[in-house]
């Protein structure tokens, strides 16, 4: 758990504080700009804040240049696609040509003076396997044209991807900026930069060989057990009631700390509350503290599913930025699949409140989408 680390984090976090609080030297002392504790963790936050979202643009710059690439890829594919197109059209048109222009009649003609029946079965066929053949390059034609419209609907969408990504990462790239001038200019007018500077040092490597990891440790462990979570519910007839076609799961917050629990040990010093639609948890292990909340919503795209949204991650009492809580969504799905435990079911509410989480299914019934006629 790298506790020298900690502790060599703690002491210095000790040794800032008692230097801004108690003033030893009169520098320091007729200084007004001596710092608070406050004033150290909200520049510790903020700190933490611009590595991450350094870290986003990074991540979103080789997003971006994988997409370009496809981009690429696939207008290589189109040129070439519409090479083989330009084949097959001449190819139709030699075929339509051959009807319009007369040159079938011969074996129209050579049908009807066939001497024999063998020889008008042979001719047939032989007039039969040339029609499979036209109506082959035709069917061919069709599918290859198809084909080349969905590649190009391919693209297009990967141009409108492509063209978010690129404001997001001028956003984040002023975002970072601003805080960047915030950051330097407290520690530049905070009499004591050297030793500041240390102490943000400290904390971020601290943040990335711990507490990311510890904070990617529970929404694993939370996401592997969600996973598990309709398995288990289906076993528990007196948390789902059935009245009709529609059911009810009322999953109170003990028993789902205790699902938990039974899922992983990690869960022994941690606890889920349903409280006025909010879903938060706390843990604490050691010197480590995670708290983290949200909310939960329904979703039907791209598959049915009742979402969690996290909308606030504190981990030892520092605030984590969004797109840190992104980035755990999207890699960490925490989310409540209800055909899982009930097929053919869709969820019409989900509610968090009274230390309960209840959740309304119905067979067979879509939930009507926003512009939908009444």
């Known amino acids: 758990m790298h506790r020298p680390r900690r502790n060599r984090l703690a002491a210095l976090l000790a040794a800032v504080m008692i230097i801004w609080a108690a003033a030893p030297g009169p520098a320091l002392a007729e200084d007004e700009s001596a710092m608070s504790d406050e004033e150290v963790r909200e520049l510790l936050e903020k700190s933490l804040n611009i590595a991450e979202l350094d870290k986003e643009i990074e991540r979103i710059a080789g997003q971006r240049k994988e997409t370009a690439g ?39 003609q050579a049908i009807f003076s066939s001497d024999s029946l063998s020889d008008l079965l042979a001719m047939l066929d032989y007039l039969d396997e040339m029609l499979s053949h036209d109506k ?6 069709r599918k290859q044209r198809e084909d080349w419209l969905d590649e190009r609907e391919r693209l297009i969408a990967e141009e409108k991807r492509l063209e978010e990504i690129e404001r997001d990462l001028r956003l984040q790239r002023e975002r970072v900026i601003r805080l960047r001038a915030e950051v330097d200019g407290i520690i530049n007018s905070s009499g004591d930069s050297e030793r ?46 059935q009245s009709g076609f529609t059911y009810t799961v009322r999953l109170p917050e003990d028993d789902l700390n205790a699902f938990l629990r039974e899922q992983n040990p990690l869960f022994e010093s941690f606890a889920f509350r349903f409280e006025d639609g909010v879903v938060s ?20 795209e791209p598959e049915h599913v009742v979402r969690f949204h996290t ?8 605030t984590l930025p969004d797109t840190t809580i992104r980035e755990l969504e999207r ?13 053919l079911v869709r969820a019409t509410a989900v509610d968090a409140d009274d230390g309960v989480l209840t959740v309304e299914l119905r067979i067979g019934l879509r939930r009507r989408q926003s512009g939908d006629a009444e």
Do not use: C
Not at 281 to 300: K, P
């Open 331 to 343: 890699r960490f799905d925490l989310g409540f699949y209800p055909q899982l435990l009930v097929p």
């Open 311 to 318: 909308e606030k991650i504190v981990f030892n009492g520092f």
């Open 70 to 108: 496809k981009i690429q890829a696939l207008n290589d594919s189109i040129a070439g696609l519409e090479a083989e197109l330009d084949l097959r059209r001449e190819r139709v048109g030699d075929v339509l040509r051959s009807w319009y222009m007369g040159e079938r009649d011969v074996l129209i």
């Open 281 to 300: 948890a706390y843990g604490r292990r050691e010197d480590l503290e995670v708290e983290i909340a949200g909310s939960y919503t329904i979703e039907d």
């Open 196 to 241: 500041l500077r240390l102490l943000i040092a400290e904390w971020l490597a601290y943040w990335e060989n711990t507490g990311l990891p510890e904070v990617e440790r529970h929404f694993r462990a939370l996401a592997d057990a969600m996973e598990s979570l309709p398995g288990w519910l289906a076993e528990r007839k007196d948390l789902v009631k």
């Open 136 to 141: 082959f390059t035709l069917e061919t034609y």
